[in-house]
């Protein structure tokens, strides 16, 4: 109670020498303070023990809800500034703990992004107040989430935050869309074309790629056959990977070589043909069935003819060249054309 009862209203300044205490009995009697365009700019929410900025309900120990498109909070300093999170830095609780930071759209921390910084176990008993050895994590915290993305990143286009970038158990790194376990150190997913680049300080660099044609239907007498792919221009052939969807019946369908046209000239990748030809009919004789696998891999390097790879500076198609005899039933096949592509300025 003050000297004026029970409230009290001042008009104007009030000016304090000394210290202050509100609430001094540690009542349940909040203390706000009003701004020009906010009834609680500042709230301390006494029978909760919560202190509000711009928020009447604070929703923990501080809680800041900013107007809209203003910066929440602003750190600022002449000199270097610094955000320490510790937690239970001498484990009195029992328990190894590590201090973390969510982000939600929501205040309820279900599906949040949390920030963990420190190591299971002993490892969190070494804080001496240099956090230049603990490690930076990124996990998912959700109860319907349970596996660890040890550290993601997603980009501007949206979607989920897994399929951009990862770093996941084991250090092994993924990167692309669909990506939610890498397969191996580095593992890369992408759709056809070019998938990733080397270069150094100089203009010249290599890109390495690939293209897929599935369900392609080797026509009989439709040799060579054009499969819709473009090779990149300044490129070279490595591997070319071809998927048996359905054999072919009839007496003989090979294929015999790979060949790209360009200018109307068309070239094979290989100077001569594939040494006996690789059966795509259904023959038990030779275990051609559906799923079988063939890998052409250009390693004569011999597009045009010879020991020399000319790169060409435009596109060219790329076709299958094969034989065929007595086809009833004409074959179905995937393929996928791996490639190096150069910069040369």
């Given at each position: 109670m003050s000297r004026y009862a029970d409230n009290a209203t001042i008009s104007?300044?009030?000016?304090?020498?000394?210290?202050?205490?509100?609430?001094?009995?540690?009542?349940?009697?909040?203390?706000?303070?009003?701004?020009?365009?906010?009834?609680?700019?500042?709230?301390?929410?006494?029978?909760?023990?919560?202190?509000?900025?711009?928020?009447?309900?604070?929703?923990?120990?501080?809680?800041?809800?900013?107007?809209?498109?203003?910066?929440?909070?602003?750190?600022?300093?002449?000199?270097?500034?610094?955000?320490?999170?510790?937690?239970?830095?001498?484990?009195?609780?029992?328990?190894?703990?590590?201090?973390?930071?969510?982000?939600?759209?929501?205040?309820d921390t279900e599906g949040a992004y949390q920030f963990l910084m420190g190591l299971e176990g002993t490892a969190n008993l070494s804080y001496t107040g240099s956090y230049t050895n603990q490690p930076f994590i990124l996990s998912l915290n959700s109860e319907t989430h349970n596996s660890l993305r040890t550290f993601q990143i997603a980009t501007s286009d949206g979607g989920d935050v897994s399929s951009r970038f990862s770093i996941a158990t084991g250090g092994r790194v993924a990167i692309g869309d669909g990506v939610q376990a890498a397969d191996a150190r580095l593992h890369i997913k992408e759709a056809a074309g070019d998938i990733f680049k080397m270069e150094n300080t100089t203009a010249y660099a290599v890109t390495y790629g690939q293209l897929v044609k599935e369900s392609l239907?080797?026509?009989?007498?439709?040799?060579?056959?054009?499969?819709?792919?473009?090779?990149?221009?300044?490129?070279?052939?490595t591997d070319v990977l071809i998927t048996i969807k359905t054999p072919g019946v009839g007496t003989s369908h090979n294929l015999e070589n790979v060949a790209l046209t360009a200018n109307s000239q068309t070239n094979n990748?290989?100077?001569?043909?594939?040494?006996?030809?690789?059966?795509?009919?259904?023959?038990?004789?030779?275990?051609?069935?559906?799923?079988?696998?063939?890998?052409?891999?250009?390693?004569?390097?011999?597009?045009?003819?010879?020991?020399?790879?000319?790169?060409?500076p435009s596109v060219a198609d790329i076709k299958l060249v094969y034989s065929d005899d007595g086809i009833s039933t004409e074959p179905i096949v995937d393929v996928v054309v791996f490639y190096k592509k150069f910069s040369t300025t």
């Open positions: 104007g300044s009030i000016i304090v020498t000394g210290s202050a205490t509100f609430n001094d009995q540690s009542k349940d009697v909040d203390f706000t303070v009003e701004s020009d365009g906010n009834t609680h700019m500042l709230h301390v929410d006494a029978g909760n023990d919560r202190v509000g900025i711009a928020t009447s309900s604070p929703q923990s120990t501080l809680h800041i809800k900013p107007s809209s498109g203003n910066t929440s909070v602003i750190i600022e300093g002449t000199q270097d500034v610094t955000l320490g999170l510790v937690a239970d830095t001498d484990n009195s609780g029992g328990e190894d703990q590590n201090p973390s930071l969510y982000m939600s759209q929501e205040t239907t080797l026509t009989d007498g439709g040799s060579p056959l054009d499969t819709t792919l473009d090779l990149p221009a300044r490129s070279m052939i990748i290989k100077g001569s043909s594939f040494p006996s030809g690789l059966s795509l009919i259904s023959n038990p004789g030779q275990g051609v069935a559906a799923g079988t696998q063939y890998v052409l891999g250009n390693t004569d390097q011999s597009f045009p003819a010879g020991r020399a790879t000319m790169l060409l």
